[in-house]
């Protein structure tokens, strides 16, 4: 192969791999981003070792719908209103770098605050009912028995969540939402850090939403093993998660 040829053959190449790289840039910035789930404050819904898409369009567009979140606007475009009950991932107001997932509760001027474990939106209780007693949940290395109740927000949207009957946070002050901004939870509900916690997470601003959570792609429980470690994830596949639809 001569020099002209060689040179033109590296320029397609580069071409290609540019193209390539623009185009996934536009699908994960625009489209749907994979996001993994690392920790055990979404369970039961979402369990460490999940891997799922979320859809960047949902809410329209911020500075964090891209790579970086370069501060090329402070505002969203083509902004469209969460609602409750949405699986959301967003950056964590306190650094506006980390991604966190929780479910929304709370909107622009709700009341929010927790009684004896029962969550009141606007001075009324939502309802719940019991579905499984004392299951196993997991909270950083360990594991606890949990209630397991099916929650259901003022909009009708149903959705299960975990309950350890001595958690400190049973009883909270009124949660007031400011305007533009969100209140989530984990549904793990004392295994999570989330706007209970004015001070690491709080409030969430419209700015800060990333994404919705739609579907699980793949799943492996990583105490069976990694992907790292091929041979054993026959083992840790958990088959019956696969394209599981969350939202």
């Given amino acids: 192969m001569n020099k002209k040829n060689l040179t033109k053959v590296i320029y397609e190449n580069i071409k290609t791999i540019l193209g390539a790289l623009i185009i996934a840039i536009i699908i994960r910035s625009l489209i749907f981003q994979p ?26 567009f911020s500075r964090h719908s891209f790579p970086f979140s370069p501060k090329i606007f402070n505002e969203r475009i083509n902004y469209k209103k969460p609602e ?35 969550i009141f939106i606007n001075s009324k209780k939502i309802f719940r009912k019991e579905i499984k007693s004392f299951s196993s949940v997991r909270c950083g290395k ?41 209140f989530l939870l984990g549904d793990n509900r004392d295994c999570s850090k989330d706007s209970r916690y004015l001070n690491s997470v709080g409030y969430v ?11 699980i792609f793949f799943s492996n429980d990583t105490v069976k093993g990694s992907l790292l470690n091929f041979w054993n994830l026959k083992n840790s596949f958990r088959t019956d998660r696969l394209f599981k639809v969350i939202g």
């Avoid at 601003?205 to 579907?215: E, F, I, P, T």
């Fill in 142 to 182: 360990f594991s606890f028995k949990a209630q397991f109740y099916e929650e259901t927000l003022p909009n009708g949207v149903k959705h299960v969540s975990a309950y350890n009957k001595a958690g400190t946070l049973q009883n909270t002050k009124v949660f007031i939402v400011p305007e533009n901004h969100f």
């Fill in 35 to 60: 996001f993994y789930i690392p920790s055990s404050s979404m369970e039961p819904t979402l369990l460490i070792g999940d891997r799922i898409f979320v859809s960047k369009y949902t809410y329209g």
């Fill in 205 to 215: 601003n419209y700015v800060n939403l990333v994404g919705k959570a739609r579907v």
């Fill in 84 to 118: 409750r009950g949405d699986l959301v991932v967003f950056k964590t107001p306190a650094d506006n770098r980390t991604d966190y997932i929780k479910r929304l509760i709370g909107l622009p001027g709700d009341n929010i605050q927790f009684i004896n474990g029962d």
